[in-house]
Protein backbone atom coordinates (compact mmCIF):
# COMPACT_ATOMS: atom_id res chain seq x y z
CA UNK A 1 0.00 0.00 0.00
CA UNK A 2 1.03 3.78 -0.69
CA UNK A 3 1.09 4.77 2.69
CA UNK A 4 1.68 8.67 3.69
CA UNK A 5 2.38 10.97 6.57
CA UNK A 6 0.95 14.08 5.41
CA UNK A 7 3.07 16.47 8.34
CA UNK A 8 2.12 16.76 11.94
CA UNK A 9 -1.51 16.26 13.51
CA UNK A 10 -0.82 17.28 16.89
CA UNK A 11 1.51 18.19 19.55
CA UNK A 12 0.57 17.34 23.55
CA UNK A 13 1.97 18.87 26.23
CA UNK A 14 1.32 19.13 29.94
CA UNK A 15 0.03 21.93 31.94
CA UNK A 16 -0.39 23.05 35.47
CA UNK A 17 -3.67 25.02 36.09
CA UNK A 18 -6.09 24.25 33.62
CA UNK A 19 -7.16 28.05 33.38
CA UNK A 20 -4.05 29.70 33.10
CA UNK A 21 -3.87 27.17 30.16
CA UNK A 22 -7.10 27.93 28.74
CA UNK A 23 -6.04 31.91 29.77
CA UNK A 24 -2.68 31.87 27.49
CA UNK A 25 -3.57 29.93 24.49
CA UNK A 26 -7.10 31.73 23.69
CA UNK A 27 -6.85 34.91 25.09
CA UNK A 28 -3.29 36.19 24.71
CA UNK A 29 -2.17 33.41 21.21
CA UNK A 30 -5.25 33.88 20.14
CA UNK A 31 -5.90 29.88 19.40
CA UNK A 32 -9.69 28.72 19.62
CA UNK A 33 -10.70 25.84 22.43
CA UNK A 34 -11.36 23.34 19.66
CA UNK A 35 -12.62 20.75 22.37
CA UNK A 36 -13.26 19.98 26.35
CA UNK A 37 -12.34 16.49 27.44
CA UNK A 38 -10.40 14.17 29.16
CA UNK A 39 -7.56 12.33 29.43
CA UNK A 40 -9.35 8.85 28.14
CA UNK A 41 -6.64 6.80 29.85
CA UNK A 42 -7.14 9.16 32.88
CA UNK A 43 -10.83 10.44 33.25
CA UNK A 44 -10.19 12.78 36.54
CA UNK A 45 -7.80 14.68 34.47
CA UNK A 46 -8.88 17.22 31.86
CA UNK A 47 -7.44 17.28 27.84
CA UNK A 48 -7.70 20.00 26.18
CA UNK A 49 -7.28 20.78 22.19
CA UNK A 50 -6.54 24.14 20.90
CA UNK A 51 -6.30 24.93 17.26
CA UNK A 52 -7.98 26.92 14.38
CA UNK A 53 -11.65 27.94 13.37
CA UNK A 54 -12.25 24.09 12.96
CA UNK A 55 -9.32 22.09 14.53
CA UNK A 56 -7.56 21.27 11.52
CA UNK A 57 -5.16 18.44 11.80
CA UNK A 58 -1.98 19.98 11.81
CA UNK A 59 -3.04 23.51 13.99
CA UNK A 60 -3.57 21.32 17.24
CA UNK A 61 -1.87 21.50 20.15
CA UNK A 62 -3.42 19.98 23.18
CA UNK A 63 -2.71 19.69 26.81
CA UNK A 64 -3.37 17.24 30.25
CA UNK A 65 -3.27 19.45 33.11
CA UNK A 66 -1.55 18.04 36.32
CA UNK A 67 -1.92 20.60 38.77
CA UNK A 68 -0.48 18.59 41.53
CA UNK A 69 2.69 17.35 39.65
CA UNK A 70 5.85 18.91 39.85
CA UNK A 71 7.87 20.76 37.37
CA UNK A 72 9.50 19.04 34.03
CA UNK A 73 12.72 19.89 32.39
CA UNK A 74 13.81 20.18 28.72
CA UNK A 75 16.60 18.17 28.03
CA UNK A 76 18.00 14.91 25.52
CA UNK A 77 14.87 12.45 24.44
CA UNK A 78 12.12 14.76 24.23
CA UNK A 79 10.34 17.41 22.32
CA UNK A 80 11.45 20.47 23.51
CA UNK A 81 9.92 23.21 21.33
CA UNK A 82 6.31 23.85 19.88
CA UNK A 83 7.00 26.18 16.84
CA UNK A 84 3.66 27.36 14.98
CA UNK A 85 3.55 29.54 11.96
CA UNK A 86 2.75 33.32 11.46
CA UNK A 87 3.00 36.14 8.57
CA UNK A 88 6.63 37.40 8.93
CA UNK A 89 5.11 40.69 9.03
CA UNK A 90 3.30 40.14 12.17
CA UNK A 91 6.03 39.65 14.50
CA UNK A 92 6.39 42.80 15.48
CA UNK A 93 2.50 42.80 16.53
CA UNK A 94 3.21 39.40 18.82
CA UNK A 95 6.28 41.15 20.34
CA UNK A 96 4.41 43.98 21.48
CA UNK A 97 1.97 41.48 22.53
CA UNK A 98 4.68 39.67 24.74
CA UNK A 99 5.28 43.05 25.91
CA UNK A 100 2.28 44.18 26.91
CA UNK A 101 1.59 40.85 28.79
CA UNK A 102 4.30 40.29 30.81
CA UNK A 103 5.40 37.45 28.38
CA UNK A 104 9.20 35.95 28.94
CA UNK A 105 10.29 36.13 25.27
CA UNK A 106 13.58 36.48 23.35
CA UNK A 107 13.45 39.00 20.72
CA UNK A 108 13.40 37.68 16.90
CA UNK A 109 16.46 35.77 15.09
CA UNK A 110 16.99 34.23 12.18
CA UNK A 111 17.36 30.51 11.57
CA UNK A 112 18.44 28.81 8.37
CA UNK A 113 18.84 32.36 6.62
CA UNK A 114 15.27 33.23 5.84
CA UNK A 115 12.84 32.79 8.73
CA UNK A 116 12.40 35.05 11.72
CA UNK A 117 11.78 33.33 15.13
CA UNK A 118 10.23 34.30 18.32
CA UNK A 119 11.14 32.08 21.86
CA UNK A 120 8.74 32.59 24.19
CA UNK A 121 7.76 30.57 27.60
CA UNK A 122 3.96 29.98 28.20
CA UNK A 123 2.78 30.14 31.98
CA UNK A 124 4.55 26.37 32.55
CA UNK A 125 7.22 27.17 30.85
CA UNK A 126 6.53 25.26 27.88
CA UNK A 127 9.28 26.48 24.93
CA UNK A 128 6.89 27.71 22.13
CA UNK A 129 8.17 29.77 18.98
CA UNK A 130 6.59 31.69 16.25
CA UNK A 131 8.24 31.37 12.97
CA UNK A 132 7.38 34.14 10.24
CA UNK A 133 7.08 32.80 7.01
CA UNK A 134 5.65 33.79 3.89
CA UNK A 135 3.83 30.36 3.44
CA UNK A 136 1.60 31.46 6.31
CA UNK A 137 -0.14 33.90 4.26
CA UNK A 138 -1.52 31.85 2.04
CA UNK A 139 -3.25 29.94 4.83
CA UNK A 140 -6.50 31.06 6.01
CA UNK A 141 -6.93 32.39 9.46
CA UNK A 142 -9.54 32.41 12.15
CA UNK A 143 -11.64 35.31 11.04
CA UNK A 144 -13.35 35.66 14.34
CA UNK A 145 -10.85 34.79 16.41
CA UNK A 146 -8.97 37.24 19.26
CA UNK A 147 -6.02 38.05 17.24
CA UNK A 148 -6.39 40.58 14.38
CA UNK A 149 -7.19 38.09 10.62
CA UNK A 150 -3.81 39.64 9.33
CA UNK A 151 -1.27 38.25 12.48
CA UNK A 152 -3.61 35.39 13.53
CA UNK A 153 -1.53 32.17 14.36
CA UNK A 154 -1.78 30.10 10.92
CA UNK A 155 -1.00 26.25 12.71
CA UNK A 156 1.85 24.64 13.93
CA UNK A 157 5.08 25.10 11.62
CA UNK A 158 7.10 22.39 13.23
CA UNK A 159 8.56 20.76 16.39
CA UNK A 160 12.22 20.51 17.71
CA UNK A 161 13.42 17.36 18.96
CA UNK A 162 16.97 17.77 21.24
CA UNK A 163 18.44 14.13 21.06
CA UNK A 164 21.61 12.27 23.11
CA UNK A 165 22.81 11.42 19.04
CA UNK A 166 20.53 12.13 16.13
CA UNK A 167 21.35 9.55 13.44
CA UNK A 168 19.03 6.63 15.02
CA UNK A 169 16.35 9.35 15.26
CA UNK A 170 17.15 10.75 11.24
CA UNK A 171 17.16 6.63 10.27
CA UNK A 172 13.68 6.44 11.38
CA UNK A 173 12.64 9.32 9.98
CA UNK A 174 13.82 8.77 6.42
CA UNK A 175 13.76 5.03 5.86
CA UNK A 176 10.69 4.28 7.72
CA UNK A 177 8.17 7.53 7.85
CA UNK A 178 9.30 8.99 4.51
CA UNK A 179 11.19 12.77 5.73
CA UNK A 180 14.22 14.11 3.92
CA UNK A 181 17.36 16.39 5.16
CA UNK A 182 17.05 19.46 3.38
CA UNK A 183 19.17 22.01 5.78
CA UNK A 184 21.53 21.72 8.87
CA UNK A 185 23.01 24.64 10.92
CA UNK A 186 25.60 23.88 13.81
CA UNK A 187 24.03 21.29 15.62
CA UNK A 188 20.24 21.10 14.14
CA UNK A 189 19.16 19.36 11.64
CA UNK A 190 16.10 20.20 9.74
CA UNK A 191 13.49 17.21 7.87
CA UNK A 192 10.71 17.94 6.20
CA UNK A 193 7.82 15.65 4.41
CA UNK A 194 5.90 16.22 1.47
CA UNK A 195 5.59 19.69 0.13
CA UNK A 196 7.44 20.76 3.32
CA UNK A 197 7.08 23.48 5.21
CA UNK A 198 4.34 24.39 8.23
CA UNK A 199 2.91 21.73 9.29
CA UNK A 200 5.88 19.41 7.45
CA UNK A 201 8.91 20.02 9.48
CA UNK A 202 10.67 18.76 12.25
CA UNK A 203 14.06 19.80 13.60
CA UNK A 204 16.77 17.82 15.61
CA UNK A 205 19.28 19.00 17.54
CA UNK A 206 22.06 16.76 18.63
CA UNK A 207 23.14 17.63 22.31
CA UNK A 208 25.79 14.88 23.31
CA UNK A 209 26.48 16.71 26.74
CA UNK A 210 23.13 17.43 27.33
CA UNK A 211 21.30 15.98 30.56
CA UNK A 212 18.06 13.96 30.01
CA UNK A 213 14.72 15.83 30.34
CA UNK A 214 11.59 15.10 32.67
CA UNK A 215 8.34 14.89 31.59
CA UNK A 216 5.79 16.54 33.33
CA UNK A 217 4.22 20.53 33.76
CA UNK A 218 6.07 22.40 31.21
CA UNK A 219 7.42 19.87 28.50
CA UNK A 220 5.75 17.74 25.94
CA UNK A 221 3.93 14.35 26.09
CA UNK A 222 3.93 13.31 22.68
CA UNK A 223 4.31 14.20 18.68
CA UNK A 224 1.71 13.19 16.44
CA UNK A 225 1.51 12.66 12.87
CA UNK A 226 -0.73 12.80 10.40
CA UNK A 227 -2.03 9.96 8.03
CA UNK A 228 -5.36 9.98 6.03
CA UNK A 229 -7.81 6.96 6.76
CA UNK A 230 -7.78 3.88 8.48
CA UNK A 231 -6.55 1.80 5.89
CA UNK A 232 -3.10 3.64 6.31
CA UNK A 233 -2.87 3.85 9.73
CA UNK A 234 -2.98 -0.36 9.67
CA UNK A 235 -0.44 -0.34 7.28
CA UNK A 236 1.88 2.19 9.30
CA UNK A 237 1.19 -0.19 12.02
CA UNK A 238 2.73 -3.25 10.20
CA UNK A 239 5.86 -0.54 9.23
CA UNK A 240 6.38 0.44 12.92
CA UNK A 241 6.25 -3.09 13.73
CA UNK A 242 8.65 -4.10 10.80
CA UNK A 243 11.18 -1.84 11.84
CA UNK A 244 11.73 -3.10 15.10
CA UNK A 245 9.86 -0.73 17.14
CA UNK A 246 7.31 -1.67 19.99
CA UNK A 247 3.97 0.07 18.89
CA UNK A 248 0.34 -0.14 20.62
CA UNK A 249 -2.21 -1.67 19.31
CA UNK A 250 -4.87 0.53 17.36
CA UNK A 251 -6.88 3.10 20.11
CA UNK A 252 -9.86 4.25 19.50
CA UNK A 253 -9.55 8.32 20.75
CA UNK A 254 -12.87 9.22 19.67
CA UNK A 255 -11.83 12.27 17.16
CA UNK A 256 -9.28 9.95 15.77
CA UNK A 257 -7.15 6.62 15.63
CA UNK A 258 -4.03 6.62 17.44
CA UNK A 259 -1.26 4.15 17.63
CA UNK A 260 1.74 5.24 19.98
CA UNK A 261 5.99 3.69 19.96
CA UNK A 262 9.02 5.70 20.90
CA UNK A 263 11.65 6.96 17.95
CA UNK A 264 15.62 5.50 19.08
CA UNK A 265 16.19 8.57 20.84
CA UNK A 266 13.13 8.10 23.64
CA UNK A 267 10.28 10.64 22.05
CA UNK A 268 7.04 9.11 22.07
CA UNK A 269 5.50 9.66 18.83
CA UNK A 270 1.90 8.96 17.18
CA UNK A 271 0.42 8.45 14.30
CA UNK A 272 -3.35 9.38 14.36
CA UNK A 273 -6.06 9.35 11.48
CA UNK A 274 -7.24 12.57 10.26
CA UNK A 275 -11.22 11.79 10.28
CA UNK A 276 -13.59 11.60 12.06
CA UNK A 277 -12.75 15.14 13.25
CA UNK A 278 -13.73 17.35 16.17
CA UNK A 279 -17.48 18.15 14.54
CA UNK A 280 -18.38 14.22 15.17
CA UNK A 281 -19.91 14.95 18.81
CA UNK A 282 -20.18 19.01 18.67
CA UNK A 283 -21.56 21.78 15.41
CA UNK A 284 -18.53 24.19 14.40
CA UNK A 285 -20.00 26.63 16.19
CA UNK A 286 -20.39 24.93 19.59
CA UNK A 287 -16.57 23.42 19.48
CA UNK A 288 -14.58 23.80 23.06
CA UNK A 289 -17.78 25.04 24.67
CA UNK A 290 -19.01 21.94 26.73
CA UNK A 291 -17.44 19.31 28.59
CA UNK A 292 -17.36 16.63 26.17
CA UNK A 293 -17.25 12.60 26.96
CA UNK A 294 -16.37 9.36 24.80
CA UNK A 295 -19.86 7.31 24.70
CA UNK A 296 -17.58 4.53 26.94
CA UNK A 297 -16.91 7.43 29.73
CA UNK A 298 -20.64 9.19 29.50
CA UNK A 299 -21.93 7.01 32.32
CA UNK A 300 -19.41 8.50 35.10
CA UNK A 301 -20.08 11.61 34.07
CA UNK A 302 -21.25 13.17 37.38
CA UNK A 303 -18.20 11.68 39.46
CA UNK A 304 -15.95 13.43 36.53
CA UNK A 305 -17.69 16.47 36.85
CA UNK A 306 -17.65 16.46 40.42
CA UNK A 307 -13.32 16.06 40.28
CA UNK A 308 -12.52 18.41 37.70
CA UNK A 309 -12.27 21.79 38.88
CA UNK A 310 -14.78 24.30 36.91
CA UNK A 311 -13.18 25.76 33.85
CA UNK A 312 -14.30 29.23 32.69
CA UNK A 313 -14.08 28.67 28.40
CA UNK A 314 -14.37 31.57 26.25
CA UNK A 315 -17.62 31.92 24.19
CA UNK A 316 -17.76 32.47 20.54
CA UNK A 317 -20.01 34.58 18.86
CA UNK A 318 -21.48 33.66 15.20
CA UNK A 319 -23.45 36.42 15.00
Not at 94 to 109: A, I, L
Not at 145 to 162: E, N, Q, T
Amino acid sequence: MDKKILGLHHVTAIAGDPQKNVGFYTGLLGLRLVKQTVNFDDPDTYHLYYGDESGRPGTILTFFPWPEAETGRRGTGQATTVSFVVPPESLGYWVDKFEGNGVVYEPPVTRFGEEEVIVLLDPDGLRVELVGRTEAESIAPWERGPAPAAHAIRGLYGVSLSEEGYEGTASLLIKTLGFRLVEAENNRFRYEIGAGGPGATIDLICMPNGAPGLVSVGTVHHVAWRTPDDDQHKAWREEIVRAGLNVTPIIDRRYFRSIYFREPGGVLFEIATDPPGFTVDETLEELGAHLMLPPWLEHKRSVVEQILPALRTPQISYV
